[in-house]
């Protein structure tokens, strides 16, 4: 089960509450027990995965991460140990004296712990049906704790080893492909080669050119070594093609599947089914279709939509004076946050962001703005095709784009890291339903306070709402096995009016990068807890105003949005707690 992230320590914890929110002068109130956990459980457990074998990343654990999938027996055995011995510290915790903050952190913090040691008991299950091809591991790996210590060894013998294992690794790999390994398989296998690989280097880099007799004999077995671990892997990606899918998009991803899909849901605290989800979508989407043929009708298009969308498109700027546009936007949007009152907007985080113009490599991935410290500018270079230069232009016109800059910038992701930052810095449970849905709340939240100056400023919104309700119904459907990359393209494109181009980035943003199965659910549903939970608390009876359920959301930092309901609502809550907030209510 992907995970975004482990736990980012502090050393307190403070109990948030609706009177703090009223009253913010009041202090906080003290809550050791469960960040003093966390704070000692990071500072061991980023030890012990530097110390066992190399360390080749961060100190989190995620599935789908070479971190877990490729690191060495002895270490993941070392890191369960080391979780173990946490959720015996935690579960000693008498939980219903804790504070309610704190025992959402218990509750966090356990449901993470069982959850890596699940991945881990995964992955060495999964090491068990290699471990034939893998005959030779235990030599790299002996090597590898002789060098944490710098102790010599002997060169010729290792030498010896090194040549043979070269010479037989063909065999290896056919035995490898006698097992007919599933797809998760082969990208553990491919994972567990680079590991192999960063050991080898991590060791030869230490002793060549120090120890005389070292370089002697290893120097030519080691090259050999790694020719033939190369060719290892060029076979298990060889394996990794029959699973791709040859619909002609050339996108390359890996479904997960329904189980898997429900597995995630659930840690991420989401008590809807896939199915369930992609309807509501489509109840989201039907409502986008009836504001998109009223803005139709005022701009004189009538029942012909896509019409008024190409109009609305080919409203760009001209090449170079995208970032002007940037800026004008960014005034706009803060301007109406501020006449409003609708959140605390420090005067750091108004100073110090800036823009960044995107690479056209990476447009292939990301056609659109990206954000957080700065924005980084998704729009023509020289060097990009004409039919590209001008998809590009269209598809960040100043209506699409008046929606992405703040979303991007204040009150989005530029605010909400500064927050992260600074406030509850133990606690980042780092989740797309917090992360983007904070950001994609505030284009629902504008929408409801009239910030659309008109028909072309509504469609510029509506295409944003209309493409998160349509990832939530490509990516899903994808994952389940129902749609290829291709149907995903051709759904953007008819259903969306996406340009071809963007559509294909888009798709391959979502399969082909860094982005968890549920990333791009996590936007609007992630949008949708928040408003729902800004619906019982503001609309409903006034219990704070809404610059206080901002300002207290961001104050929380990330986690489940049913954690922060719990905390800012009182919700009661158990040791075991279980996803149960059924929030959609059209």
Not at 344 to 361: K, L, Q, V
Not at 439 to 451: A, G, H, I, N, T
Not at 517 to 525: I, R, S
Request: net charge negative; glycine share 6%.
């Amino acid at each position: 089960m992907k995970k975004y992230g482990l736990i980012i320590i502090g050393s307190i914890c403070c109990s948030f509450s609706l009177a703090d929110a009223q009253m913010s002068s009041e202090p906080c109130v003290p809550c050791q027990e469960v960040p003093t956990l966390m704070q000692q459980y990071k500072a061991d457990y980023q030890q012990l995965f530097s110390f066992y074998s190399p360390h080749i990343g961060n100190y989190f654990v995620a599935k789908n991460t070479t971190e877990v999938k490729g690191a060495s027996e002895e270490k993941l055995q070392r890191l369960r140990k080391c979780n173990e011995v946490y959720l015996q510290k935690i579960e000693q915790l008498s939980f219903s004296k804790l504070p309610q903050e704190c025992k959402v952190d218990y509750i966090l913090f356990k449901r993470n712990l069982e959850e890596v040691n699940q991945e881990i008991d995964e992955t060495l299950h999964t090491y068990q049906d290699l471990k034939s091809a893998f005959t030779f591991e235990d030599i790299i790996y002996d090597l590898g704790k002789t060098r944490r210590r710098g102790d010599s060894f002997s060169y010729e013998k290792k030498a010896y080893q090194f040549d043979s294992i070269a010479k037989v690794l063909n065999n290896n790999v056919t035995i490898l492909n006698q097992k007919k390994l599933s797809l998760a398989e082969l990208k553990v296998a491919e994972a567990k080669v680079n590991d192999i690989e960063t050991t080898i280097e991590w060791v030869d880099n230490f002793y060549k050119g120090y120890q005389p007799m070292y370089s002697w004999w290893m120097k030519t077995p080691v090259v050999a070594l790694m020719d033939g671990l190369k060719s290892f892997q060029t076979k298990i990606l060889e394996n990794e093609k029959a699973y791709q899918f040859h619909d002609g998009s050339g996108i390359v991803g890996m479904p997960i599947g329904r189980e898997e899909l429900m597995n995630q849901l659930k840690f991420e605290m989401i008590p809807y089914s896939p199915e369930e989800l992609i309807d509501q979508a489509n109840k989201e989407f039907a409502w986008c279709d009836q504001e998109m043929l009223k803005a139709s009708k005022e701009m004189g298009f009538g029942l012909d939509w896509k019409k008024a969308v190409e109009k609305v498109k080919n409203s760009y700027v001209p090449v170079g004076e995208q970032p002007q546009l940037i800026n004008d936007l960014y005034q706009q949007s803060i301007d109406f946050v501020k006449k409003h009152d609708m959140v605390t907007i420090p005067p750091i985080a108004e100073e110090t962001w800036g823009m960044d113009m995107m690479p056209p490599e990476r447009q292939r991935i990301n056609p659109f703005f990206t954000g957080g410290n700065e924005i980084t500018i998704s729009y023509p270079t020289d060097n990009m095709s004409e039919s590209d230069k001008l998809m590009s232009m269209r598809g960040n016109n100043p209506h699409f784009s008046r929606s992405t800059v703040f979303h991007e910038l204040i009150p989005g992701h530029n605010l909400e890291f500064y927050y992260m930052r600074r406030n509850r810095t133990y606690r980042d449970y780092s989740t797309p339903f917090w992360v983007e849905g904070w950001s994609l709340y505030w284009e629902l939240l504008l929408w409801d306070k009239q910030f659309p100056r008109g028909p072309e400023d509504r469609i510029g919104m509506l295409f944003w709402r209309m493409t998160r309700c349509a990832r939530i119904i490509f990516s899903l459907n994808y994952h389940l096995g129902k749609w290829s990359p291709q149907q995903c393209i051709d759904y953007l494109v008819d259903r969306v009016d996406y340009e071809r181009a963007n559509a294909e980035g888009e798709v391959r943003r979502s399969f082909e990068g860094s982005y968890s199965p549920l990333y791009q659910v996590g936007y609007l549903v992630g949008g949708q807890q928040i408003l729902a939970l800004k619906k019982d608390l503001v609309d409903k009876g006034e219990k704070m105003s809404l610059k206080q359920f901002n300002d207290a959301v961001m104050q929380l930092n990330a986690m489940p949005i049913e954690m922060v309901r719990a905390i800012l609502k009182g919700e009661k809550l158990t040791a075991n707690y279980k996803t149960n907030w059924r929030f959609y209510d059209k």
